[in-house]
């Protein structure tokens, strides 16, 4: 679902003075919630963490010839654009675990892409920094996504893979990256196993590959139209303030 709007089905009734006083009219019965649908955008997070995590890795275990980092930096470029669309769909669709992570991969590979085109003096201590933030974020998100199994997967993958990239980065040591790069791959496999889950289900609307949603997770999959407008008026997009 996303983001939904008010619209007052007549103009409201004027306030009449009754013994002095004006009484404003009930606006609850005049009031619809209009919800646009879209496709889960998550399937393309996903593949989008899984293929740059793919490139990136590989390189860290030297599978590539000297001199690749800028042809790596090129074509991970293009993650920065696909996981940004992803993180606008999800705000839209009231996700903000799903946008504010995918919002983030977006600028990491910005950044990392920058850095290893252009190796700027000392950028590898600066990537090393911002590996380490980057470590410390996915692990507060995944302290309250466990609920949503894949995403809470993706980021339990993500946190050692990133630390280590962080601790190669900062110390040079060469082992280290090795580390970094097979944590690599092994995120790219679990992001990638997410998005094939996800595209199944929505093609055949029904969970295929175990995911292991729980709690509010599970019941936007399978409870029923009730379950899913609980609460609704006070949803972002909604309500008057954030």
């Known amino acids: 679902m996303a983001t939904g709007d008010t619209t007052p089905e007549g103009p409201a009734a004027p306030m009449r003075p009754t013994g002095g006083r004006h009484h404003e009219p009930d606006l609850r019965d005049m009031t619809r919630i209009t919800l646009r649908p879209i496709a889960s955008p998550m399937p393309l997070g996903f ?34 654009i696909l996981q940004l669309l992803v993180g606008c769909l999800a705000f839209g669709a009231r996700d903000v675990l799903a946008a504010t992570l995918m919002a983030c991969f977006s600028g990491m590979w910005l950044a990392s892409s920058l850095i290893l085109a252009t190796q700027p003096p000392g950028g590898a201590r600066v990537l090393g920094v911002l590996n380490l933030c980057f470590a410390l974020f996915a692990l507060s998100m995944a302290s309250v996504a466990k609920p949503k199994r894949a995403l809470w997967l993706v980021l339990c993958t993500a946190v050692p893979r990133f ?7 900062l110390t040079g040591v060469h082992w280290l990256a090795g580390i970094s790069g097979a944590l690599g791959l092994l995120l790219a496999a679990v992001a990638m196993y997410a998005a094939f889950a996800l595209m199944l289900e929505d093609m055949r609307g029904q969970e295929v590959l175990p995911i292991g949603r729980t709690g509010p997770a599970h019941q936007a999959v399978n409870g029923d ?18």
């Not at 630390?163 to 980065?169: G, V």
């Not at 139209?225 to 954030?242: D, K």
């Open 47 to 80: 593949y989008t963490v899984a293929i740059a995590s793919t490139l990136v890795g590989c390189l860290q275990l030297g599978m590539f010839e000297d001199g690749a980092e800028r042809a790596v930096a090129l074509t991970i470029l293009p993650a920065f």
């Open 225 to 242: 139209l009730t379950v899913q407008l609980r609460n609704l008026e006070r949803h972002a997009g909604v309500r008057r303030t954030l």
């Open 163 to 169: 630390s280590a990239a962080a601790a190669a980065n």
